[in-house]
């Protein structure tokens, strides 16, 4: 919302929302000590609207220079700039709900063909898996990081990707946080335009909102010469204010003389912006990779040789033990699968469970080490159905003599 003008002694939009929030808080604190951002909202505005003090007049101006004049307060001005300036004034508000506005999309896990939805909750809970994936990629559009999970691109580099829209949420950089904390690799992949490096800037640096990475996020791009090497054309685009002074450290020279652009009135500048979805489709996926290996992107995951060594332990004995089971089924029962086990561990050889991984590895692969480690022992535990099977009918003949 725009400045309007003051009169002596009239509250102002802030001061007044600031004056009403702590009542409508515990108003719409749930049981469990949850609350809506959008229900605070409607909360809000019920006791704005009722107060004895509203600015009508300011109200007044504002609605003359609006095209829907009937909406006093907007929730988008609510969520972006009273509440975080109330929390910085007095704390963080416990448990308050804020709407979801990105996805994770996890690689290998079980959930990798389902977008989980990152909201405040979905943060607080999350743990970063062990050993499935080690890197993340930050992508300001939701459109082209679902292309880049369909064309596997988290599966090849051991890789989530958490698609955001523009800016992102709190939830969303406490996310990264989380992953920057466990040494996890951060990837950022934006527009060239000022909002694309305003959203690199406050990811490194943060904001009165969450705090930054610290510079640990490796910048992808798009770049001014990525635009002119891949023949875009851009696009006419004006802002509303002059180029901050913090952007500029983030763009070559070049890029700086650009986005400042034209300036067409006192509140009005004209420059040209590259998006990423003028990058033609086909050429996304390769734009993205050769980005990756220009940043020096990390080798897929293998885990330490205990844990390895525990997982080829793990896929042995849950194949024998399946193939056990169903031999018993066909035979008997369950009464052999402990007598069984031992039998035929030996069977298998797991002696070298980082060979397998490394060879599959080898030239590049959208396998994870542990698709490749359960491969492996399901190759080696075919050849003996037939063994285990014959030693549970001997078994059998046994005990029913």
């Known amino acids: 919302m725009g400045k309007v003008g003051n009169v002596v ?6 001061g007044l929302l600031f004056e ?3 009542e409508a808080i515990a108003a719409e604190r749930s049981v469990s000590g949850r609350i809506d951002l959008r229900g605070l909202f409607y909360a809000c505005r019920r006791l704005y609207l009722s107060h004895p ?3 009508r007049g300011r109200e007044e101006r504002l609605a003359a220079s609006k095209k829907n004049p009937e909406h006093i307060l907007e929730y988008d001005y609510f969520g972006n700039k009273i509440i975080p300036g109330y929390e910085a004034k007095h704390g963080e508000i416990e448990g308050l709900i804020r709407e979801p506005r990105g996805h994770l999309l996890e690689a290998h896990t079980v959930d990798e063909d ?3 939805e990152v909201g405040t909750e979905f943060v607080a809970e999350f743990e970063p898996p062990d050993y499935y994936y080690d890197k993340v990629l930050y992508v300001e559009k939701h459109g082209i990081a679902q ?3 369909d064309q596997h691109l988290g599966k090849k580099y051991d890789m989530a990707i958490l698609a955001s829209k523009g800016y992102g949420t709190v939830a969303n950089r406490e996310l990264l946080e989380k992953f920057a904390d466990e040494g996890y690799e951060v990837y950022v992949l934006h527009d060239c335009d000022v909002d694309g490096f305003g959203i690199l800037a406050n990811l490194q640096e943060g904001n009165s909102r969450a705090a930054g990475l610290a510079g640990t996020a490796v910048d992808l791009g798009m770049r001014l010469q990525d635009a002119r090497d891949l023949g875009l054309i851009g696009e006419e685009a004006t802002r509303q204010k002059a180029l901050q002074a913090y952007l500029v450290t983030y763009l070559t020279d ?8 034209t300036r067409r009135n006192a509140k009005v500048w004209e420059y040209t912006r590259f998006e990423l979805n003028e990058i033609p489709s086909e050429q996304r996926l390769p734009f993205v990779e050769r980005k990756l290996e220009e940043a020096g992107v990390g080798p897929k995951v293998i885990p330490p040789d205990p844990y390895l060594d525990r997982a080829a332990d793990f896929y042995r004995d849950y194949d ?5 089971r169903e031999a018993i089924a066909r035979a008997v029962g369950d009464e052999v699968v402990e007598q069984l086990l031992p039998e035929f561990q030996d069977r298998y050889d797991t ?4 060979g397998w991984v490394e060879n599959r590895f080898n030239g590049g692969s959208t396998w994870s080490w542990r698709q490749v480690v359960s491969r492996e022992i399901l190759v080696q535990g075919i050849p003996l159905e037939s063994e285990i099977e014959a030693e549970v009918r001997r078994i059998v003949r046994i005990e029913n003599d």
Do not use: C, N
């Open 147 to 149: 292309g880049l999970v």
């Open 9 to 14: 002694g009239e509250h102002t939009y802030k």
């Open 53 to 55: 003090e509203r600015p």
């Open 320 to 324: 024998l033990d399946q193939r056990i």
């Open 351 to 354: 002696s070298d469970p980082r």
């Open 254 to 261: 070049e890029e700086a003389d650009l986005f400042t652009g």
């Open 114 to 116: 389902e977008p989980r």
């Open 20 to 22: 009403v929030l702590p």
